[in-house]
């Protein structure tokens, strides 16, 4: 059975943090909240599922000539490996440039699961192990406990990742005996801190993955809000000549949250140890998950599947109205933090250009108890780094997201988070 307790802390491991003592988004309603990463609401239409799903009918019409079968596509079971995967990979192509093979994608419950699979696949023995970004997003740690991987912490740096630290991780674990499978990171508006990996560094990053002969694991929840227009870093996969990226993404933010809708591009064929013979590793995945979630639902997934069609699969160009939206708030926060905290000791912050994510440096220790000392006395949330760097030790910095704000609220929000910050100076 998985041990799902906390592992001590040390090089690597990760350790999970303490669970909070209080839920302050729950009990304080009043609270201004920049610690919500999920869509604005005003931005949903629920009255578009049903056209999304005729849009989903119309096009298995023309393709199957069993009218039974379209009747039935939507509310019966679905095949392991999803029912939109060629409509992903279009989507994939229209979108970011990524040319994949439809039998590569591996449609998932959600993003999460889609880590899970991955970690779960690369997982052979003891010895493997999986590099990541720290900070990095936390159900990478739970994906990682559940798959029972070990993970070596790779520091990050204002490009994104601290490439000397990676090979000096690859060849410290080596030394040590451990076989690194690959290296975990968000390219795009990584959370918590919004950073975006540049286009160099990215072409560097895939070099030193051939040179040295591991994967990597681009997970871009964020690649549909991170204002890439063509003139930005391409994706990972995109520029992956050699199969070293597997590529995970998520339709929770420019779909529809409440689908649960993610995939999986894995088109690698890794040797398999038993038979030394190559196996696809999107076949690994999907065997994996008719273990744990049989298949992703039907409904959900031609909700998703309409949505890609009705903008003939550029999601990037339907939500102009939201980019807009984001960005100017991102200008008004960054206007925002120079008019309340320009000049003030021990206070810093970088806005990105893109996503909606940015992190605050801070004076003091900024966790869970501060947090709700902060929610009752000053009725305004953000959220607490440590958790993202798997630790229990609160950490001198703190998440701001403006993802969900009005302009009016995004203000009062940052009078009062000004009100706190000189507060505890």
């Known amino acids: 059975?998985?041990?799902?307790?906390?592992?001590?802390?040390?090089?690597?491991?990760?350790?999970?943090?303490?669970?909070?003592?209080?839920?302050?988004?729950?009990?304080?309603?009043?609270?201004?909240?920049?610690?919500?990463?999920?869509?604005?609401?005003?931005?949903?239409?629920?009255?578009?599922?049903?056209?999304?799903?005729?849009?989903?009918?119309?096009?298995?019409?023309?393709?199957?000539?069993?009218?039974?079968?379209?009747?039935l596509s939507v509310p019966q079971y679905g095949r392991a490996m999803g029912i939109i995967h060629e409509l992903v990979a279009e989507h994939l192509w229209a979108d970011e440039g990524i040319a994949v093979d439809p039998d590569a994608v591996v449609v998932t419950a959600g993003c999460q699961e889609a880590r899970y699979l991955t970690l779960r696949a690369l997982r052979r023995t003891d010895r493997d192990v999986l590099l990541a970004v720290a900070p990095s997003y936390r159900g990478l740690d739970a994906a990682a406990r559940l798959a029972e991987l070990r993970v070596l912490p790779v520091r990050d740096a204002a490009a994104g990742l601290d490439l000397a630290d990676l090979v000096a991780q690859v060849r410290r674990a080596r030394a040590e005996g451990l076989r690194p499978r690959a290296c975990y990171l968000v390219p795009d508006c990584v959370n918590p801190a919004g950073a975006?990996?540049?286009?160099?560094?990215?072409?560097?990053?895939?070099?030193?993955?051939?040179?040295?002969?591991?994967?990597?694991?681009?997970?871009?929840?964020?690649?549909?809000?991170?204002?890439?227009?063509?003139?930005?870093?391409?994706?990972?996969?995109?520029?992956?000549g050699h199969r070293r990226v597997i590529?995970?993404?998520?339709?929770?933010?420019?779909?529809?949250?409440?689908?649960?809708?993610?995939?999986?591009?894995?088109?690698?064929?890794?040797?398999?140890?038993?038979?030394?013979?190559?196996?696809?590793?999107?076949e690994l995945l999907r065997r994996i998950k008719r273990a744990v979630t049989v298949d992703t639902a039907p409904s959900a997934q031609a909700v998703i599947g309409g949505k890609l069609l009705h903008h003939n699969f550029r999601l990037r160009a339907a939500r102009?109205?939201?980019?807009?939206?984001?960005?100017?708030?991102?200008?008004?926060?960054?206007?925002?933090?120079?008019?309340?905290?320009?000049?003030?000791?021990?206070?810093?912050?970088?806005?990105?250009?893109?996503?909606?994510?940015?992190?605050?440096?801070?004076?003091?220790?900024?966790?869970?108890?501060l947090l709700a000392h902060c929610a009752r006395t000053h009725r305004v949330l953000w959220t607490p780094v440590h958790p993202f760097y798997a630790g229990a030790e609160p950490r001198p910095q703190l998440r701001l997201s403006v993802g969900r704000l009005e302009q009016e609220e995004l203000l009062e929000g940052l009078d009062r988070l000004a009100e706190f910050v000189h507060a505890q100076l």
């Open 1 to 71: 059975m998985t041990d799902l307790a906390p592992r001590p802390g040390g090089w690597g491991s990760y350790s999970s943090p303490a669970p909070a003592p209080d839920r302050p988004a729950q009990h304080h309603p009043e609270a201004v909240s920049f610690a919500a990463g999920r869509p604005f609401e005003g931005f949903l239409d629920p009255g578009l599922t049903e056209q999304y799903l005729r849009s989903y009918r119309r096009r298995l019409a023309d393709r199957l000539a069993d009218a039974s079968a379209v009747r």
């Open 196 to 240: 975006v990996l540049d286009g160099a560094a990215r072409l560097e990053l895939l070099r030193l993955a051939d040179e040295h002969d591991f994967l990597l694991i681009e997970d871009s929840p964020y690649e549909l809000v991170g204002d890439r227009d063509g003139t930005g870093p391409a994706a990972l996969k995109a520029l992956d």
């Open 247 to 282: 590529h995970l993404g998520s339709f929770a933010r420019a779909g529809a949250p409440g689908a649960r809708v993610g995939y999986a591009v894995a088109d690698q064929c890794p040797a398999e140890p038993a038979t030394g013979r190559p196996e696809p590793l999107a």
């Open 320 to 369: 102009q109205g939201e980019t807009r939206a984001r960005q100017d708030n991102l200008r008004l926060l960054r206007q925002g933090l120079t008019d309340r905290f320009a000049g003030t000791t021990g206070i810093g912050w970088q806005i990105p250009d893109g996503g909606f994510l940015c992190r605050l440096d801070v004076p003091f220790a900024a966790g869970e108890e």
